[in-house]
């Protein structure tokens, strides 16, 4: 599966934004897909993930309740909309899917066979 993600920019501390992830080819709804994200000189982080089926999203704890990952229609696109954007939330945001995997998985990079190429977030001050 090939990804693209996209939507990446500049946003001043407390606005929003939304990140978009489409596969090339085929839908996400037989895969497991998440959002990574990578800040200079730290290494890359779990953000969020949504089940293949669509009826489970996993948040790391340090964006939980700020930023919502989804699937959306075409069923080929996942969003992460992220809310109340922090400068901490800097980095290089990457989406990554993979065949179904355990829950305890998730989270994990190397879960993830499939990477798009990154799109830039930067919040400022």
């Known amino acids: 599966v090939q990804l693209q993600a996209y939507g990446g920019g500049l946003v001043q501390a407390g606005g929003s934004l939304r990140l978009s992830c489409a596969a090339s080819?085929?839908?996400?709804?037989?895969?497991?897909t998440a959002w990574f994200r990578q800040a200079p000189g730290k290494e890359r982080e779990f953000a969020a993930a949504?089940?293949?089926?669509?009826?489970?999203?996993v948040y790391a704890d340090s964006v939980k309740g700020r930023f919502t990952i989804s699937r959306g229609n075409p069923k080929n696109m996942v969003y992460l909309q992220m809310n109340s954007l922090k400068p901490d939330d800097t980095a290089t945001y990457y989406c990554?899917?993979?065949?179904?995997?355990?829950?305890?998985?998730?989270?994990?990079?190397?879960?993830?066979?499939?990477w798009g190429q990154g799109t830039q977030l930067t919040v400022s001050s």
């Open positions: 990554a899917t993979t065949s179904r995997v355990a829950h305890s998985a998730l989270a994990m990079a190397s879960s993830y066979h499939s």
């Open positions: 080819g085929r839908t996400f709804r037989d895969y497991d």
């Open positions: 949504i089940r293949w089926s669509g009826g489970t999203t």
